[in-house]
């Protein structure tokens, strides 16, 4: 009986350690998804700024539009062939 309740012991402090060692792995884990939750979230607020934004596109080498001009189409044109 006591040869059991030994191994028994044995069993659930080995049982214990294991799930320790995962909730502390898992902790860090999500330690580690918030940090880069965090650095994600902060480079989406970068480039969603009009700034940030502006000058990407001149870095593609885009001009400012300063006019835009319109075409007018007659309401009577007809496309043909």
């Known amino acids: 009986m006591v040869v059991v309740s030994a191994c028994f012991y044995i069993f659930q402090i080995a049982q ?3 799930s320790g060692y995962l909730i502390t792995e898992k902790e860090k884990e999500i330690t580690s998804l918030k ?4 650095t994600l ?7 969603k700024n009009l ?4 000058n990407r596109i001149t870095e ?4 400012k539009i300063e006019k ?3 075409l007018i189409i007659p309401n009577n044109s ?3 062939k």
Do not use: C, P, R, W
């Open 16 to 18: 214990l350690t294991q």
């Open 35 to 38: 940090k880069e939750t965090a």
């Open 41 to 47: 979230q902060l480079n989406i607020s970068q480039s």
């Open 78 to 80: 007809v496309a043909t």
């Open 60 to 63: 593609k080498g885009y001009d």
């Open 68 to 70: 835009i001009d319109y």
């Open 51 to 54: 700034v940030n934004f502006e």
